[in-house]
C-alpha cells in the first residue's frame, strides 16, 4: 500500500494523527522527569558490620574473611572487595548484570545469616543494602539562628528541618554535616574509684538497671482495669548525679560522689565550616525515580516557609548539583532550537522557496515530540543522556522531510501540478527513504542492547534515537507529502544548471571512467584514515567544566581534629588566593557531597576533611576546570605532610589500578616500589595508594599467669577500658527521657586518664578475687597497627589512584604498564584494572559489537529492500570513507577517542550509508527502467546529489552549536559534534565519488559470475 499517495487523497486521517501525537507528546514531556543521568540499578550488595572499637586487623580474620567466604559461593558473584576500618567491615558484592537486584539482596541476606552464629557475639546485626546510585548529595545547606548554640542549631536540624524536609516528594535522606550532639557527662574519678575498688564498667551497667523505665502489668481497681508502669528514669543531669548505686559488695554510693556529672555535648568529631566560619550543614539527597530539578525546587520553596516560620532563621545554599541539572537541560533545548533553525536555513538556501522549507520544518518538532510518547513508555527521563541522543539526531530528523520535498520540487520544475508532483516524487522516493531510515534504526539500536555499566546508560540513548528516526519516517511518508501537495505552488521555470554541479558531474564521470585509479586513491585515503588513527589520544569520558570541585585532605593516622580543622583552615587560605574560586564549604570528619559515585565509602575520620569549592561560570573564567585544578595542586604542594587530591573524583579525572596479593609484606614492598615509580612519569597530579599507614595504638598485654591467678579475662580487660575511655555501647547506655528526645549518659574517666598512660595502667578491673588494677595483670605501652584494610577477591589489596591532571587516560595507562616493578611484578602479586580504565576496555569492545551488529544490521536491511546479496555492499563502501574525515577533526580539535568520540563514529555509519542508499537506489531503478549503467549512474549522481549535500549540511549545521561549544559545557557534547561534522565532509565528498565505481565493480563481478553459471 502506498501510504504517501493514501495520505495525499486523504489529509484528514493524517492530519489528526499527527494532532493527536502532538498532544499526546507534549503532556508525556511535561510528565517527565529531569535528571542528570538515568537512575541505573546495578546488582551491587552492601554488608555493613559494626563493632565498635575493634582494630582493622581483628575485623578481618574474625568477620571479613567469614563475610567474603559466604557471599564469594553465591549465584553470580563476580567480585567481593571488603574494606575494613576502625569497629566497622564494608564488603560489597558485585554480581553479574543479568542478576535480578531483589534475589541478589535475598541471597546475601541468607548466606550473612548462615554465618551470623561464627561472628562475635557483640557485633551488632550486619546491615544488607543494595546500592543505590542515585543517594548522592544534591543540595547541602548552612544554617544560623539569632541566639541559638552550635547543639541548638543541631537540635533544630534534627528535630524540625530533617522532619519537614522528609515530607518534600523525592527527598531521599536528610543528613547533619557538623554540629553538636547533647550528651549527660558523667566523668568518673580514678582515685574515688581506685579508693572503693569499683569499675567503669560496674557503674556504666548499675546506672543502666537503675536508670530505667519498665511495664509492671495490669490491675483492676474500683471495677476498671489499669495499667502499671515502673518509673525509674530521672529528667536532669542534677539527678543522674543523686543517683544511689549498689556496689558488688552490698555497699551504696551517689554517684556524685565518684564522678561529675554534667549536661554537656559529645566530643566534637565533625564540623562545617563555609567561607572560614562555623556553621552547621545538612545535605539532601533524591530517591530513586525522582528528578533533581523538582526536588530542588520544592526543597527550596520548603526552606523558604522554614524562615518564615522559624524567628532568625538564615540559611545558605553551598553546594548545588541541582542547578547545573537545570543548565543541562536548558542548553539542551537550545541546542535543539538552533540546531533546527540552521537545517531549516540550509533547506531554504538551496530550495529558495518559503513554502517548501515550511514543510521540511515541519517535519522536525512533529518528529521529536511523538518521540517523548515512547520515551515515557520505557519510562525514560529528560536527563543527559536521552537529550543528547535528540541533539544528535536533531540533523537527521528533517533528512527524511528534505530527501521528499526537494525530490517534489524537482518534480515541479518539470512543469506538474504540486498535487502530481507530490504524487509521483513520493512514489518515486518512497523505497530510498525507508531504507535510510531503517539503516539508521539499524546503526542506533543496537547500542541499546551493549554489555556493561555503559551498556546500561546507553540504554535510554539507543532506544530514544531509533524512536525519533521512526517519528521523522511516519513524518515523511504521511505529512510530507500530503502538505506539498496542497501547499506548494506550480513551477514555470526550469533552474539552471549551476558550476558546482556540472564541475560535479564531470569528475563523476572521469572516475568511472578511471575506476583503477580511483579505486587505488580510496585505498590510499583509507590507510592514511587508519594511520591518523594511530595519532589519537584515548580515554573513557571527557572531564567535564562545570562551576564546582572539591579539594579533599587527609592528615596522617593519629592527628585530632583540631589539627584537622587547622589544617583545612589553611588549605581553604590558599584556595582563595585563587581569583575564580567564589565560595569554600568545608566539612571535617563527614559530608558526602562531591564524592566520587562509585567510591566504596566507609566511616568518616577525623584525619580527613573535604573542601567544596564554588568556581566562576565557565564564561567567566579564562581556563578550564582541568587547567584550574592543576594551579591549585600546585599552589597546595606546599602543605606539609598532607595527601591532597583535588577534583570531584568523576569520569575522566584519574587513572585507577589495583595490586592484589595474598602476602600482605609482599604487597606493601610492591607498592611502595611502584609509587617511587610513577612519581617518574611528568605530568600527572597526585598519586596515593590506600596501602594502610601505621597508626598509633595502645596495646594491653595481659599476663597469662597473673590473669589467671587473679581471675581477670582479657575481655573484662577490653570492656573496662572501652568504657573507661569512650564509654560503653550505645545499646548499653543509660538514657535521659526528655519530652522531644532521649539524651545519652555517658560514664567514663575524666580527661586526665585518657592522657596519661600511668593513670590508664591504673584502671580497676574485675577478677574472681575482686578489682585488681590493670597495671597488675598487664603490660600497656605504645604500639602501631593498620588504619585500615582493604581486600578483594579474598586477597589483600591495594588500590592506587593516580591524577590525570590534563592527561589523557590512554597515555597515562600505557605509561603506567611501562614501569619497570609492574613489568616483573613478584610471584603471588597480580595487577588489576579498575574504575575509567577498566571501563575503557569494555567501552571500546561494546562499541564495537554494536558497530559490528549495525554494519550486519544495514546490510540485512538493505538484502531485503533490493533483494540482492551483493549489491548492498555498495552501500557499506562509505562507512569506512567516513573515519578519515572523523580522526582528521579529532586531532584538529585535540579531542580523545573516547565514548562520545565512538558515538559520533556509529551516528557517522547511518549518515554514510543513508548517502550511499539514495545513489544506488536511484541507479537500480533506472536501470530497472531500461536505463545503461553508465547513464543510469550518471543520472543519479546528477538527481541525487543535491539531496544528499542539503542532508549532509543540515545534520553538520545541526551539530555546529555543539561543536563549537555554544551553550553549557561542551566537554561530553563537542567531540562527538566533531567526529560527526569531520566524518560527513569526507564521506559526503566520496560517497558522491566513489560509491558509483565500487557499484560498477560489483556489478561487473556479477554479471561474470552470471556468465561463469551458465557455463
Known sequence: MNFSAWAIKKPIPSLMLFILLTLAGMLTFKAMKVQSFPDVELPMVTISAALPGAAPAQLESEVARKLENAVASLRGVKQVYSKI????????????????????????RNAVSGVRSDLPGDLKDPVISKVDFSDQAILVYTISVTGMDEEQLSWLIDNRISKDLRGVAGIGRVTRVGGLNRQVS?????????????????????????????????????????????????????????????????????????????????????????????????????????????????????????????????????????????????????????????????????????????????????????????????????????????????????????????????????????????????????????????????????????????????????????????????????????????????IDYHPKEGAVTRGYMAVASWCLRHRLLTVLMTIGFFVGSMALSGLLKTGFVPADDMSQTAVKIELPPGSTFEQTRDMAERTRKLLMTQPYIKRVYTAIGGGSAGTDLFADGGAASVTQASLMLTLADRHERPITKTRLEGLLREKLSVLPGVRVTVGLGGNGEKYQMVLVSDDPQMLYRTVEKVKQELYTIPGLGAVTANASLERPEIEIRPDPARAADLGVTPGAIAEVVRVATVGDYDTQQSKLNLPDRQVPIVVRMGPDVRHNLELLSRLMVPGSKGPVMLGQVATLRLSSGPTQIERQSQSRSVMFNIELNGRSLGEVAMAVDKLPTLQNLPAGVKKKEVGDSEEQGKLFASFGLAMLAGVVCIYMVLVLLFHDFLQPITILIALPLSLGGAFMGLLIGGSEMGMPALIGLIMLMGIASKNSILLVEYAVTARDQGMARFEALMDACHKRARPIVMTSLAMGAGMLPIALGIGVDPSFRAPMAIAVIGGLVTSTILSLLVVPVFYTLIDDFQQFMRRKAKW
Do not use: C
Request: charged letters at 20%; hydrophobic letters at 50%.
Open 85 to 108: 576500618q576502625d569497629g566497622l567491615v564494608l564488603v560489597t558484592v558485585e554480581f553479574i548484570l543479568e542478576k535480578p537486584i531483589t534475589e541478589a539482596v535475598d541471597d546475601v
Open 186 to 490: 558523667v566523668e568518673l574519678d580514678p582515685a574515688r574509684m581506685q579508693a572503693l575498688g569499683v569499675t567503669a564498667l560496674d557503674v556504666s551497667r548499675q546506672l543502666l538497671i537503675t536508670q530505667k523505665d519498665a511495664s509492671g502489668g495490669r490491675t483492676e481497681l474500683s471495677g476498671s482495669e489499669q495499667a502499671v508502669r515502673t518509673l525509674g528514669t530521672v529528667k536532669t543531669a542534677e539527678e543522674v548525679g543523686n543517683m544511689e548505686l549498689a556496689l558488688v559488695d552490698g555497699r551504696r554510693i551517689r554517684l556524685n560522689q565518684i564522678a561529675t556529672v554534667k549536661d554537656t555535648v559529645a566530643d566534637r568529631r565533625s564540623a562545617a565550616m563555609l567561607d572560614g566560619k562555623p556553621v552547621v550543614g545538612f545535605e539532601l539527597t533524591r530517591s530513586r525515580g525522582a528528578g533533581e530539578m523538582d526536588v530542588a525546587t520544592a526543597v527550596r520553596a520548603r526552606m523558604a516557609q522554614l524562615k518564615s516560620a522559624v524567628p532568625g532563621l538564615q540559611y545558605a545554599e553551598v553546594f548545588d548539583m541541582a542547578t547545573p541539572v537545570q543548565e543541562q537541560f536548558d542548553g539542551s533545548m537550545h541546542l535543539l532550537y538552533e540546531g533546527a533553525l540552521l537545517a531549516i536555513i540550509v533547506v531554504w538556501f538551496f530550495l529558495r522557496d518559503w513554502r517548501a522549507t515550511f514543510v521540511s520544518a515541519v517535519a522536525l518538532p512533529l518528529s521529536v515530540i511523538p518521540t517523548f510518547i515512547g520515551m515515557h513508555y520505557f519510562g525514560f527521563t529528560l536527563n543527559v543522556v536521552t537529550l543528547l541522543s535528540l541533539a544528535l539526531v536533531v540533523g537527521i530528523l528533517v533528512d527524511d522531510a528534505i530527501v521528499e520535498i526537494e525530490n517534489i520540487v524537482r518534480h515541479l520544475h518539470m512543469g506538474k501540478t504540486p498535487y502530481q508532483a507530490a504524487m509521483e516524487a513520493a512514489d518515486e522516493i518512497g523505497m530510498a527513504v525507508i531504507a535510510t531510515t531503517l539503516a539508521l534504526v539499524a546503526v542506533f539500536l543496537p547500542t541499546a542492547f551493549m554489555d556493561g555499566i555503559v551498556g546500561r546508560f546507553f540504554k535510554q540513548f539507543g532506544w530514544t534515537a531509533a524512536l525519533a528516526v521512526l517519528a521523522s519516517l511516519l513524518v515523511a511518508r504521511l505529512l510530507t507529502p500530503m502538505m506539498a501537495a496542497y501547499m506548494l505552488k506550480k
